[in-house]
DNA sequence: GACAAAATGTACAGATCGGTTCATTTAATG
DNA sequence: CATTAAATGAACCGATCTGTACATTTTGTC
């Protein structure tokens, strides 16, 4: 009952050998013998590979965006525990085995063209989780909830390369520490 | 007089072109083309791609700490005031055009594995920029040192990496208003 | 101008790249 | 069981990849 079908277990898979090896690193031909789907079916559902890793893309922004709301409703009910939890969710994500840096600063570092649609798609997903942010801190009556969610989302961002770059010790902690500060500094 | 050496304009070239272009979507056949130099000289300087990557990235960390440490020194005189000038400095580099996102950053995007050469360059490059930040918190009789740093570097790294993927408009005012925040916070 | 060092252009090797072709096999459906 | 659709394996294309070989030309020095 509503297997996954070919076509998604392609992306699905695809997304884990792209997150863990980098695009260019990854020829098609990996994915074929990692994946154990064939070439013909991936060109029969992606035109080109481009096309393939912006649907992985597209798959990673609804996952990571679920696991990020589910986890914070779950952590707090407050609007305020809301914006903390954010970061209380970041670090057991850094935490976590399955954590390996963010995929689209690694696609936008992998194509620097901001007109290209494998960096647009990662600008989309960045715009997207500033503006739940925003929704946030607007919902615990900040000022200027549009200006905190942008300085939290700094911290966030710069948690994750920290971590991916300098190891997973402190990048988290630091950044919980300094949202805190910057959130009582907005809250009335 | 110390006309830079053949192998030094190679470093310096290939350096604006992997900065550019990225590492695995440069081959060395288009580093020939743009630099002039032939393929002999540049594997009679270098064994391997990889050496010559690294070697431009040692070149990296040399100019970009050069560049921070000569414009904070002119921008401010006090301990405290050079913390904040971290972030002007880094404003001046994001707004102008040589700005490309972080190298260390991308470098560590593409070459995943910690233990890898090209990464573990890019976390000793993080890891002098946070000691210096830490030399200026302690300078500026700041309780954790260590802490303070670390946290403002991660709305560093935040603010490159945003620059890059969303645009220059917001992040390095963010960065600098949130760092104000936090240095107040930790001073005495 | 003679000599040595440095740099060059070109061709090439072997592997891999993204992508195509096509005949065959598997799976689902009547 | 017959038919159709889905998926496969394998060979192949031209381009590009890192790296090498070698003969030639340029450059600097006496």
């Not at 903390?84 to 057991?92: I, R, S």
């Not at 649609?117 to 009556?141: E, V």
């Not at 971590?163 to 910057?182: N, T, V, W």
């Given at each position: 009952?509503?297997r996954?079908?070919?076509?998604?277990e392609?992306?699905?898979?695809?997304?884990?050998?792209?997150y863990r090896?980098?695009?260019?690193?990854?020829?098609?031909?990996?994915?074929?013998?990692?994946?154990?789907?064939?070439k013909t079916?991936?060109?029969?559902?992606?035109?080109?590979?481009?096309?393939?890793?912006?649907?992985t893309?597209e798959?990673?922004?609804q996952?990571?965006?679920d696991?990020?709301?589910?986890r914070?409703?779950?952590?707090a009910?407050?609007?305020k525990g809301?914006?903390?939890?954010?970061?209380?969710?970041l670090q057991e994500w850094?935490?976590?085995d399955?954590?390996?840096c963010c995929?689209?600063i690694?696609?936008a570092?992998?194509?620097?063209?901001?007109?290209?649609?494998?960096?647009a798609?990662?600008?989309?997903?960045?715009?997207?989780?500033t503006?739940?942010?925003a929704?946030?801190a607007?919902?615990?009556g900040v000022?200027?909830?549009?200006?905190l969610a942008r300085?939290?989302?700094?911290?966030?961002?710069?948690a994750?390369?920290?971590?991916?770059?300098q190891?997973?010790?402190?990048?988290?902690p630091?950044?919980?520490d300094?949202?805190?500060?910057?959130?009582e500094?907005?809250?009335?």
């Amino acid at each position: 009952m509503a297997r996954p079908s070919k076509q998604e277990e392609l992306v699905e898979k695809a997304l884990k050998i792209f997150y863990r090896d980098g695009f260019h690193a990854t020829g098609m031909d990996k994915l074929v013998e990692e994946t154990g789907i064939s070439k013909t079916s991936m060109y029969k559902y992606f035109r080109t590979k481009e096309d393939l890793i912006l649907a992985t893309l597209e798959l990673r922004d609804q996952q990571f965006r679920d696991m990020m709301t589910t986890r914070i409703e779950a952590l707090a009910d407050t609007p305020k525990g809301k914006l903390v939890a954010c970061f209380d969710t970041l670090q057991e994500w850094i935490a976590s085995d399955a954590f390996n840096c963010c995929m689209f600063i690694k696609a936008a570092s992998e194509y620097q063209n901001p007109s290209h649609p494998i960096h647009a798609i990662a600008a989309k997903h960045k715009n997207t989780m500033t503006t739940y942010m925003a929704g946030l801190a607007r919902d615990a009556g900040v000022g200027d909830p549009e200006g905190l969610a942008r300085q939290l989302m700094l911290l966030k961002e710069g948690a994750i390369v920290t971590a991916h770059i300098q190891g997973k010790a402190y990048a988290a902690p630091d950044a919980k520490d300094a949202a805190r500060i910057l959130i009582e500094h907005a809250c009335p």
